[in-house]
């Protein structure tokens, strides 16, 4: 069973607002991939990690940040939310053998 | 560059019939996902396709895989409203940065 977290699971914030999404798994799994994904719409790849002090930018550009301090913790930050933020947010951890993603709740980020 | 492609992107269907949703793709790749997405809501993993051949089968719906073809089906047999949801195939990227390239999603309603 699959043990990845999300909070917030919803998120209303002004413009100009600094906000960190938060995301844990507990399965120690190496990766981990950051997605956007509007209403009924396909997924985007916005940010990845492949271990401690690893990050790369995802294939859709983005104006967060993300950090891997531990193995278990991969916070994505908005430095200055804009209403163009506004979108699901969905974290996921990879196993090593299968490349399997597992994908937490999600959080819902709406930006006024 | 790994490209994704599904078909239909929408399927309305009546409970009881049979139907194919179908993943093609661009690139070399053994490694093949379906995961379903109901509104609002995070993925959750339905199938993983390792090899030339695969075939897995959880209650009325089936996955099967061609690498040779660069081909993933999923059927869907006697349709009942619970499957109603968006299904997306996802395909390893095998460029050697182990991402996982996500189609545009298939949402499926089955009707009563």
């Known amino acids: 069973e699959a043990d990845i977290y999300q909070t917030p699971r919803y998120l209303v914030i002004g413009t100009g607002k600094k906000i960190t999404l938060e995301c844990s798994q507990t399965?120690?799994?190496?990766?981990m991939y950051w997605y956007q994904q509007d209403p009924g719409m396909e997924l985007h790849l916005i940010h990845y990690?492949?271990?401690?002090?690893?990050?790369e930018k995802g294939d859709l550009s983005s104006e967060s940040t993300v950090s891997r301090i531990r193995t278990e913790h991969f916070p994505l930050t908005l430095e200055s939310a804009r209403p163009s933020h506004t979108s699901q947010y969905l974290c996921?951890?990879?196993?090593?053998?299968?490349?399997?993603?597992?994908f937490g709740p999600g959080t819902r980020l709406t930006v006024t | 560059e790994l490209k994704v492609e599904q078909n239909p992107l929408f399927l309305s269907m009546q409970e009881g019939k049979n139907y194919t949703i179908y993943c093609n793709y661009s690139?070399?790749?053994?490694?093949l996902y379906w995961y379903r997405q109901d509104p609002g809501k995070s993925l959750e993993s339905l199938f993983v396709l390792l090899s030339n051949g695969a075939v897995k089968q959880e209650g009325r719906l089936m996955a099967s895989l061609d690498t040779k073809a660069r081909l993933s089906t999923l059927h869907i047999t006697a349709a009942v409203h619970d499957l109603s949801a968006t299904y997306f195939c996802a395909v390893d990227d095998k460029g050697g940065s182990e991402k996982l390239v996500f189609g545009k999603g298939t949402k499926l309603t089955v009707n009563p």
């Open positions: 690139t070399t790749s053994d490694r």
């Open positions: 990690s492949y271990g401690v002090n690893s990050t």
């Open positions: 996921a951890s990879s196993e090593w053998q299968t490349y399997e993603q597992y």
């Open positions: 399965m120690g799994h190496d990766k």
